[in-house]
């Protein structure tokens, strides 16, 4: 089975904090992604990333930015915690495979900013 | 950009009732179609998705969806629901021509009532 690790399920940290969100995928996808998810809006992507070192920003990349030096890993930072950034976040990788084409998430990170 | 909208927030119905989960999509090319479903403090999972071929898709739980092109609908239908089909159910749609990258609705709400 694909496996998408989040390193933290539940996180509380301080208004101004620098903030980082870990994620490892162990089936060698090219493509991650970072999305959060508030009740009401469904998931919102932040960034992705379809290879090492690259980075696109999604629909809210503001006050986010993320790391990739290799491939397993995609980590999101947020540079100074904000309380409006309190939410779940929610890695995931694809499989470009046509026979098992589709998205693996990892279990989420909960994040209270105070 | 694409965009999906599910059109109920909430959908409450009784035991064994059928229902409809209804979800439209816009988007300028073709797009992949997917339900995701979230149990109460659990992950995303994915319940069923459309690539190409039949239009009419099924889940291993009794779920269907029904790709239309015509009216960009993706609608979710259960003849017969269960207590345990209580969760969120999100809508989702990948462009064939994009990074692979998921856009979600803001999810549905189903309450299974006794």
């Known amino acids: 089975d694909v496996k998408v690790t989040q390193s933290s399920r539940y996180l509380v940290k301080r208004t101004g904090e620098k903030v980082f969100l870990e994620c490892v995928q162990d089936?060698?996808?090219?493509?991650m992604f970072w999305y959060r998810q508030d009740p009401g809006l469904g998931l919102r992507l932040i960034y992705f990333?379809?290879?090492?070192?690259?980075?696109e920003k999604g629909d809210i990349p503001e006050g986010y930015s993320v790391s990739r030096e290799k491939k397993e890993r995609f980590s999101l930072i947020l540079e100074s915690a904000s309380t409006n950034q309190t939410s779940m976040y929610l890695c995931a990788s694809i499989s470009l495979d046509r026979s098992n084409y589709g998205y693996t998430f990892g279990s989420g990170t909960r994040l209270t900013v105070v | 950009a694409q965009s999906v909208t599910q059109l109920d927030s909430q959908v409450p119905v009784f035991e064994e009732a059928p229902v409809e989960l209804r979800c439209n999509y816009s988007s300028s090319v073709s797009v992949y179609l997917f339900w995701y479903v979230q149990y109460p403090n659990q992950g995303l999972q994915l319940l069923l998705k459309?690539?190409?071929?039949?239009?009419l898709v099924e889940s291993i739980n009794g779920f269907e969806a029904e790709f239309n092109k015509s009216q960009t609908s993706f609608h979710l239908r259960k003849p017969s629901v269960h207590i345990s089909d209580t969760a969120e159910y999100f809508c989702?749609?990948?462009?064939?021509?994009?990074?692979?990258?998921?856009?979600f609705g803001a999810g549905t709400r189903l309450t299974v009532k006794p």
């Open positions: 089936m060698d996808h090219e493509n």
């Open positions: 459309y690539l190409s071929g039949s239009t």
């Open positions: 990333s379809y290879d090492v070192k690259m980075k």
């Open positions: 989702a749609v990948i462009r064939w021509d994009n990074n692979n990258d998921m856009r």
